[in-house]
Nanobody
Framework: QVHLVESGGGSVQAGGALSLSCAASGITYSTQTTTCMGWFRRAPGKERAAVAT????????MYANPGKGRFTLSQDKAKNTVFLQMNNLKPEDTGMYYCAAAHPCSGTTWLQILRGDRTNYNYWGQGTQVTVSS
């Protein structure tokens, strides 16, 4: 059974920073099986939107435009954890942040994810709230 648990959300003022974590259990990182981990945000009244994603094997990352230059996604394979460092936060970054995993994540799956296909994410966390005040 795969479980994803997010943490690190909170309330900050604009310009502040937060570091989100997503701990995955039930997924074993290996050289044979690659996992793709993604972060998504659901802003109030809006649909869930991609924030950033990483492919565990290569470490390749992709960032949605709103977070480019401000957000950094990293991973600790030994702890099956991915991190999203968010700097210079803006009020429009407010929302519920969800972690998702596509496991296994083949090269084809990764390309689909890069094209915006989120149907490959077969595991989702419960989310952590981020609130940025002006």
């Amino acid at each position: 059974q795969v479980h994803l648990v997010e943490s690190g959300g909170g309330s900050v003022q604009a310009g502040g920073a937060l570091s989100l974590s997503c701990a995955a259990s039930g997924i074993t990182y290996s050289t044979q099986t690659t996992t793709c981990m993604g972060w998504f945000r659901r802003a109030p009244g809006k649909e869930r939107a991609a924030v950033a994603t990483v492919r565990s094997g290569s470490g390749s990352t992709m960032y949605a435009n709103p977070g480019k230059g401000r957000f950094t996604l990293s991973q600790d394979k030994a702890k099956n954890t991915v991190f999203l460092q968010m700097n210079n936060l803006k009020p429009e970054d407010t929302g519920m942040y969800y972690c998702a995993a596509a496991h296994p994540c083949s090269g084809t799956t990764w390309l689909q994810i890069l094209r915006g296909d989120r149907t490959n994410y077969n595991y989702w966390g419960q989310g952590t709230q981020v609130t940025v005040s002006s």
